[in-house]
């Protein structure tokens, strides 16, 4: 206030005939920090900007003394910096060794490189790179981790550090919001904040919930009443003689899962309270997993579909899901998908994914039909054109029974892998935002779906001793 009311006097004392004052900057109480987004962002970028020296400013009138300071916030950084800031702030929080240390320093110079060491800008997009960047760092922790055990304490720390370091872009992901604000003398002025983009803003705090879960999940199996076996250290004669099992468990388990360790229980079995224990976390995992894959679906159902899946779908619905399907669903009648996927007699997982795929695109081969005449090069333009186009038409009919053919077959197969546009969306994705929370809700769906099939192996040779 003192400052406040010596720039008022000065003010007073001008002599309102000198017109000398009125070319002089303007600076009121708000500081430039007001507007130091895009001053920051300018010169992070060039070095072409001129440094604004507040203190050689005067006014021409008294500053308001309510008026809201406002403050620089983290969006006012750019990502590069940020990341730096983030990942220096890490390594001096915990003690990491040199090794470690030059690891990350390369990791991140690919991820900022997008991925080509040659430094000629060939590489694929940032948004690519952060989802590679998450997958890799999730096979790298938990692609030897096959057991109902906790998680080693380096590995641990490793991703905790790592992911914090990736997921720190969001920080700088932003959207700007109107807000009300009361000031001292009783008016209410709208000012603008900034807060994470609201994908971001809802997902990501639920997905690092989900992450601590799965953890505290990991962490409880300790001291249990069930041990593993690599398969093949033990002899056949030694693994029934300590439980009886083992045969039992090579034949419950598919060839191509050979390299699992084999869950071992004590030849009476586990105890009621053991048993009980297990399938409450199993049923709890079960959540997470849910929980995980709604949201993966959720972002995936958000990004743009690719110029180059539209290109490649089929010029006739028919051709793609066959003539008996086509035949199905195309009746005068109700549509019921579950009888038909009855009928169907789908006996693996592969011919699940072939036939989402081809749903999926005679879904989309419909609905351009059914805007043909109105159709652009844009898919938007396509999507904005279905809400105006009559339900009574007949490719849109088929387009909707299609939909929920492919709704019904995923639930029916939870553990569907991803589709061909699925895939494709991943691929030519550009936000960096969406980019993110796929891939990290991506990682726990797997993580939590193996600690449910784990628990189900643990469960099954527990019920084999008692037969």
């Given at each position: 206030m003192e400052?406040?009311?010596?720039?008022?006097?000065?003010?007073?004392?001008?002599d309102p005939n000198?017109?000398?004052?009125s070319e002089t900057p303007v600076s009121l109480t708000m500081s430039m920090d007001s507007f130091v987004y895009p001053q920051t962002c300018s010169e992070s970028t060039s070095g072409f900007s001129?440094?604004?020296?507040e203190t050689n400013s005067s006014c021409s009138e008294p500053s308001p003394c309510d008026w809201p300071v406002l403050t620089e916030s983290k969006s006012s950084k750019c990502l590069t910096t940020g990341l730096e800031l983030q990942t220096n702030e890490i390594l001096e929080a915990q003690e990491i060794s040199e090794p470690e240390v030059e690891t990350m320093k390369e990791r991140f110079a690919k991820l900022l490189l997008g991925e080509d060491m040659s430094g000629s800008g060939k590489g694929v997009c940032t948004a690519v790179t952060i989802s590679n960047a998450i997958t890799n760092l999730y096979a790298t922790v938990f692609g030897q981790n096959l057991r109902l055990e906790p998680l080693e304490t380096e590995k641990r720390a490793l991703w905790k550090r790592e992911m914090k370091c990736l997921l720190s872009v969001c920080d700088y992901i932003v959207e700007f919001i109107p807000r009300c604000q009361s000031l001292?003398?009783?008016t209410t002025v709208e000012v603008m904040e900034s807060r994470p983009r609201a994908d971001i803003y809802i997902n990501l705090p639920a997905l690092r919930k989900l992450d601590s879960m799965l953890m505290e999940v990991l962490d409880?199996?300790?001291?249990?009443?069930?041990w593993y076996a690599e398969e093949g250290s033990l002899s056949m004669k030694s693994a029934r003689s300590a439980t009886g099992s083992f045969r039992k468990v090579i034949v419950q388990r598919k060839e191509e899962k050979w390299w699992l360790p084999v869950p071992l229980v004590p030849p009476e079995g586990l105890s009621d309270k053991a048993r009980k224990q297990l399938k409450s976390k199993r049923e709890s995992t079960n959540q997470i997993h849910k929980a995980a894959m709604a949201i993966n679906s959720s972002i995936l159902s958000e990004m743009?579909?690719?110029?180059s899946y539209m290109a490649t779908l089929p010029k006739c619905g028919k051709s793609s899901v066959g003539d008996s399907i086509y035949r199905y669903m195309s009746g005068s009648g109700r549509f019921f998908p579950e009888k038909l996927l009855d009928c169907l007699n789908i006996a693996s997982e592969h011919e699940a994914v072939q036939l989402a795929d081809r749903v999926e695109a005679s879904m989309y081969t419909w609905r351009r039909k059914a805007c043909l005449s109105n159709s652009k090069n844009s898919w938007n333009m396509v999507k904005d054109l279905m809400s105006t186009t009559e339900r009574t038409d007949k490719n849109y009919a088929m387009a909707e029974r299609a939909e929920t053919l492919l709704f019904c077959l995923k639930q029916r197969y939870p553990e569907l892998s991803q589709t061909s546009l699925d895939i494709c969306k991943i691929q030519y994705n550009k936000d960096v935002g969406k980019a993110v929370l796929e891939s990290y809700s991506r990682v726990l769906e797997g993580l939590a779906f193996n600690i449910v099939a784990w628990i189900d192996d643990v469960l099954y040779v527990d019920k084999t001793m008692s037969e």
């Open positions: 400052n406040e009311d010596r720039v008022y006097q000065h003010q007073s004392s001008i000198d017109n000398s004052t001129d440094q604004i020296d001292s003398n009783g409880g199996f300790q001291n249990t009443e069930f743009d579909i690719p110029e």
